[in-house]
């Protein structure tokens, strides 16, 4: 399995500069808004809105490889205090369940409008995993080491795909070239609850996700 590295980042950088490992949804809904602007006063929240990527109905070579008849169900823009932080589109087979999307193989892909930072996203990602209440603590903290290492930054432009299979691996893309995996079956249905769970920080994401485009 391929991997890199990253070094961490200071906690306790300005708000500016911390934006930039705020890719998940976990740090743009709940802890940016309950620690970096703890106290301040909020009046912009998190939007989606149909992302113009997401009319696209070819699924990239790198998710046909492992899902037959791929095609785009859904897709959002997430943008938080009107900065735009990437679109999103979910890549299914014939025949998907919205209502039971861990039951079937697909493809989540972030198309970033901003640099990010790879081991921020991984961070990021575990707290929200751990929002969710989904596996133990020795699961999540292994979870984190693994993203740790797969997740790269990324830069304005860049697409990261995951792809989900049940019973199997979780498998990464950065524009097409294969990252590496996660092998525990468990991660992929954690890891993807962030935005297909009911419970998920970004419900108008999710809903425009798994709503098929006109």
Same mark, same amino acid.
Do not use: G, L, M, N
């Given at each position: 399995m391929s991997s890199s590295t990253h070094s961490s980042h200071a906690e306790h950088a300005p708000v500016a500069r911390r934006l930039r490992g705020w890719s998940s949804v976990a740090a743009l809904s709940a802890a940016l808004l309950s620690s970096a602007l703890a106290g301040s !006063? $909020? @009046?912009?929240?998190?939007?989606? !809105? $149909? @992302?113009p990527?997401?009319?696209?109905?070819? @699924?990239?070579?790198?998710?046909?490889?492992?899902?037959?008849?791929a095609r785009t169900l859904g897709g959002g823009r997430l943008t938080w205090f009107g900065l735009h932080i990437y679109d999103a589109l979910l890549f299914v087979p014939r025949g998907f369940d919205s209502a039971n999307p861990s039951a079937h193989p697909f493809a989540l892909e972030l198309a970033y409008a901003r640099s990010l930072d790879g081991q921020a996203i991984a961070e990021r990602s575990h707290d929200e995993i751990a929002r969710l209440k989904i596996g133990n603590e020795a699961q999540r903290t292994r979870w984190l080491a693994e993203m740790s290492a797969l997740f790269p930054d990324v830069q304005a432009g860049q697409r990261l795909a995951g792809i989900y299979r049940p019973g199997g691996e979780t498998r990464f893309y950065l524009d097409g070239r294969y990252l590496g995996a996660v092998a525990d079956p468990e991660f992929g249905r954690a890891f993807f609850a962030i935005w297909l769970d009911p419970r998920t920080s970004a419900p108008q994401l999710r809903a425009s996700l798994l709503r098929p485009l006109n």
């Open positions: !006063a $909020v @009046a912009s929240t998190q939007r989606t !809105a $149909v @992302a990527a997401s009319k696209a109905s070819s @699924a990239p070579d790198h998710v046909r490889r492992y899902i037959d008849d």
